[in-house]
């Protein structure tokens, strides 16, 4: 044992003659003979640092000292336990006790402490060079322990710069790169081992496990010497050389290493462990050399490597390299288990990819798994291709399909963030926005890093907390995703943004954002929308002022919309026809109609039926179609009208569904006596309930009575009552209700309304009174047809009325049927008084003319039906008075023959 002198070893080193290689000890031990016997004791480091209570006894009062060449510990044994105050002054420490602790002691050059002097209460000790301390007290005695420790001077940085690797067949190629200035000499021992010697002393941190993934070597570490650092490198494993080639022109020192025939390295452990510590690029490095004879654990690694370069950022060659080389590692894997789990890898990739019907293919043969859990992550998989293909009921119906063949909690706990994540994107799609951002919450609490491998998760936060009107919360989402997703969906997500700052009234901020996306894609999509969102914040405040749209506003924004004429997207792509629309709207805004609607009728001809932006156009033209026919109506311009439906009628007005518009037009062909384009409008406007749906009905009633449809307005008529009892027309819709169901044989019903009218005393009256007349004859009620016909003919005798005249000979004839002539005969001639004309005269003259036969005045009835003769034109009266007239005439004849048979007697 040494005495206080350093240990050396003296070692002779290639091309070093006579260096010597320093190996400190551990510790500086004194032989227990060698420690003096007083006050303070000085044990060795060892001890002191294990603090074994058996090898030396707790001494109370005293101070003991041990250490090594850079440090040292001094324990102050105490009666009871007690923390002194601590004081550095430059390379002198000061402990000062509360009371005196021990005997007074004093010590030089010991270990790295130059003077210690202890007066029992304060200990002052110096240094001799600057130091760090610790103070600690100890539990199993009262003590009170002080470590120093010299300071470190820095060591000079790493010579080596950086290490690379070439594995190939027959080995590998390790070039060891050094910065420049920092040459080594470079030394070989029999092709196995070689030493790098740096001058002067230097560390490298991490070269142990650089090396540890290239196959062959190894680092055996760091030798100090006196003024050099010497690095140790050799090979692993049987049958390997080396030949060294320093390039010092290159600063690179080469280590060429080749194996022996038919050794191949074991390059999947390598690349497995650069993998599992995050060197994907030495993974790759180590597999890609044996591409061609890659088994299948192997493919799969490679696979997993390519993918994580790329996933969730890009899809490139790597990854569809990955995709190829994962699909050659399951196809040569064994069943099982294992391989169902590359699988469910494998499938989540090809989702990634786009790949949907790939996937599904493994998706599908993975439900049936023997594993619970490989058949729930499987199922999952299987709704989040439907989701991703926009089949959202299919997908909730697929998740309630699962929960009925696996249960409830079929989804292990390290699947709940995506099975979560997924179940909210069917909900999204299905516009259950609230649970769908419920859901997407929960996936995130369970693992907030869950973002990392699904980028665009905040944007879908985000359009579910927009759909809500939670335009704050939805700008926040949006802030995260533009800053983890893609760079291809930045400007996208920006717009968004953009959106939801405009929601919010932050106008200017929004304009602002818009402004970025037309900076980082001027000409896609992205930033043509943001040009028009831009015009359209232009055109919100300057109408914002007094509601109209200004020169200068005007000119502004027909100029971006001008500017994006020329581009590519204006002539070919779909947002051409938005430009079109928001140049057609502009116009609209200065009232222009002419070249609003020819903004939109451009746009319209562009685009297919079933395009959404077609149906947009259309939307959009139907307003300012309305606009326009608005005007025109309170104009009553009808023939204008009339002459704007037929230059649209081909496109916008085709099938126009704007029920005010429909009514405007319905209303304008009625009024110019189109009644057939009116109807058919008319209809249109009743379909769904509407303010004009009153007003519709009314006129659909007016058309078809008017066209002696009686049963058509019959209908309206009914629905009109039924739905607007109160309505401006009801009264009139229950006056006429009688007549028409009078006209379709509705007679029992019609009754009760006719004789809501039959005390008015006017002409509707006299109608319903002689419908009702008719009505009761039908129904086979003869003393009410009478009544009914009584209360006709009781009208005052000024009041002419073609009822009356019909009644008056109705009811004559009733009563000579009865054999009441007089009142018959009185009635017949208050007929021929009353209505000379009236068609009912020569048969009225026929019956009177009977009447008078049945009372014997022959003459009269002659007379009467001579006349009949000579003025009727019915051939069967005509037939009947000759008839009529012959019979009297044989009479008069018989009577004279009797009347001279008589005077013939008495001769």
Not at 444 to 454: K, M, N, Q, V
């Amino acid at each position: 044992m040494g005495t206080g002198t350093d240990s050396v070893v003296h070692m002779r080193a290639p091309g070093k003659a006579g260096m010597k290689v320093v190996f400190f000890r551990g510790v500086k031990k004194y032989g227990l003979s060698e420690i003096s016997a007083g006050s303070s004791w000085i044990i060795g480091w060892f001890l002191l640092l294990m603090c074994v209570p058996s090898a030396l006894p707790a001494y109370q009062g005293t101070v003991q000292i041990g250490g090594g060449p850079d440090r040292a510990r001094i324990v102050f044994g105490l009666e009871r336990h007690a923390l002194p105050v601590l004081e550095q002054k430059d390379q002198t420490l000061i402990v000062n006790f509360p009371n005196t602790v021990g005997k007074p002691a004093t010590f030089t050059d010991i270990f790295i402490i130059s003077r210690f002097a202890f007066d029992g209460k304060m200990a002052v000790i110096s240094m001799n060079r600057p130091f760090t301390y610790t103070g600690s007290t100890s539990g199993d005695s009262p003590q009170f322990i002080l470590d120093i420790a010299l300071k470190q001077d820095a060591s000079a940085p790493c010579p080596i710069d950086y290490i690379e690797s070439n594995i190939h067949d027959a080995g590998v190629a390790v070039g060891i790169v050094v910065n420049p200035g920092k040459w080594p000499e470079v030394r070989c021992i029999k092709n196995k081992r070689v030493y790098l010697l740096f001058d002067g002393e230097t560390d490298c941190t991490g070269i142990e496990q650089k090396l540890s993934l290239i196959p062959y070597i190894t680092f055996d570490g760091l030798v100090r010497l006196e003024d050099a650092t010497a690095f140790s490198f050799s090979l692993t494993g049987e049958n390997v050389e080396m030949e060294v080639n320093a390039q010092e022109l290159y600063n690179k020192v080469v280590l060429n290493i080749t194996a022996g025939s038919g050794s191949r390295p074991k390059i999947y452990g390598i690349a497995r462990s650069a993998y599992e510590q995050g060197d994907i690029a030495a993974a790759i490095h180590t597999l890609e050399p044996y591409r061609s004879s890659l088994d299948a654990q192997e493919s799969i690694l490679l696979a997993r490597a390519y993918w994580k370069i790329s996933f969730p950022y890009h899809m490139d060659s790597r990854s569809i390299e990955a995709l190829k080389l994962m699909s050659e590692g399951v196809q040569a894997m064994v069943p099982g288990l294992p391989r169902e789990t590359v699988m469910l890898e494998y499938s989540r990739m090809l989702l990634h990819a786009s790949m949907h019907s790939d996937a599904v293919t493994y998706i599908q043969f993975l439900k049936e798994s023997q594993s619970p859990e490989i058949a729930a992550e499987a199922y999952v998989a299987e709704i989040d291709v439907l989701n991703k293909k926009g089949e959202f009921q299919d997908a909730f119906v697929q998740n309630k399909r699962m929960i009925n063949d696996l249960g409830e909690n079929a989804v292990p706990e390290r699947l709940k963030p995506y099975y979560l994540s997924v179940l909210a994107d069917t909900y999204l799609g299905l516009s259950a926005y609230p649970r769908a951002l419920k859901l997407y919450r929960e996936a995130l609490a369970l693992d907030p890093e869950f973002f990392r491998t699904d980028p665009d998760l905040y944007a879908r936060m985000a359009e579910a907390a927009y759909r809500l009107n939670d335009f704050a919360g939805a700008k926040d989402y949006m802030l995260s995703a533009v800053n983890l997703s893609r760079k291809d969906n930045k400007a996208e997500y920006l717009v968004t943004l953009g959106d939801c700052l405009y929601k919010m009234g932050r106008k200017g901020q929004a304009m602002s954002v818009f402004s970025e996306v037309e900076n980082i894609a001027p000409q896609s999509e992205s930033g043509i929308i943001a040009k028009l969102k831009t015009a359209r914040i232009i055109m919100d405040k300057d109408l914002a002022d007094d509601g109209q749209l200004s020169d200068k506003g005007f000119y502004e924004i027909i100029d971006i919309y001008e500017n994006l004429k020329s581009s590519p997207e204006y002539q070919e792509g779909p947002l051409g026809s938005i430009i079109k629309i928001r140049i057609a709207q502009t116009y609209a805004h200065r009232r222009d109609w002419e070249n609003a609607l020819a903004s939109y009728l451009r746009a319209w001809t562009d685009t297919k039926k079933d395009d959404p932006v077609h149906v947009y156009v259309q939307t959009e033209a139907e307003k300012c179609i309305l606009a326009r026919l608005q005007e025109l109506f309170r104009q009553e311009a009808y023939d204008m009208v009339l002459d704007l439906y037929t230059e649209y009628r081909d496109s916008f007005m085709h099938d126009i569904q704007d029920l005010e518009t429909r009514f405007i037009l319905a209303t304008s062909f009625h009024r110019l006596g189109h009644a057939d384009q009116a109807r058919g409008m008319f209809i249109s406007c009743i379909e769904k309930p509407s303010s004009r749906s009153e007003e519709a009905l009314y006129s659909l009633y007016a058309i078809d009575h008017a066209r002696g449809d009686y049963a058509g307005a019959l209908k309206w008529n009914t629905r009109y009552l039924e739905s607007y009892p109160r309505g401006k027309n009801a009264s009139v819709m229950r006056e006429n209700r009688g007549p028409l169901l009078y006209y379709t044989s509705n007679l029992e019903e019609a009754i009760s309304y006719l004789e809501q009218i039959t005390d008015k005393g006017d002409e509707k009256a006299l109608t319903a009174l002689s419908m009702l007349a008719d009505a009761h004859e039908k129904l086979g009620d003869p003393d009410r047809t009478i009544a009914t016909l009584e209360k006709i003919i009781g009208f005052p005798e000024a009041v002419r009325s073609p009822v009356i005249e019909k009644a008056l000979y109705v009811r004559a004839i009733r009563l000579k049927e009865t054999s009441e002539t007089a009142r018959s005969q009185d009635l017949f001639a208050r007929l021929l008084d009353q209505y000379p004309q009236s068609a009912y005269r020569d048969w009225a003259l026929y019956h009177l003319a009977e009447i008078s036969r049945a009372r014997g005045d022959t003459g009269e009835a002659a007379r009467l039906l001579d006349t009949v003769i000579q003025r009727s034109t019915d051939k069967v009266l005509h037939e009947l008075a000759m008839s009529l007239r012959g019979e009297l005439g044989l009479a008069k004849d018989l009577r004279e023959f009797s009347n001279l048979k008589d005077r013939f007697r008495e001769k």
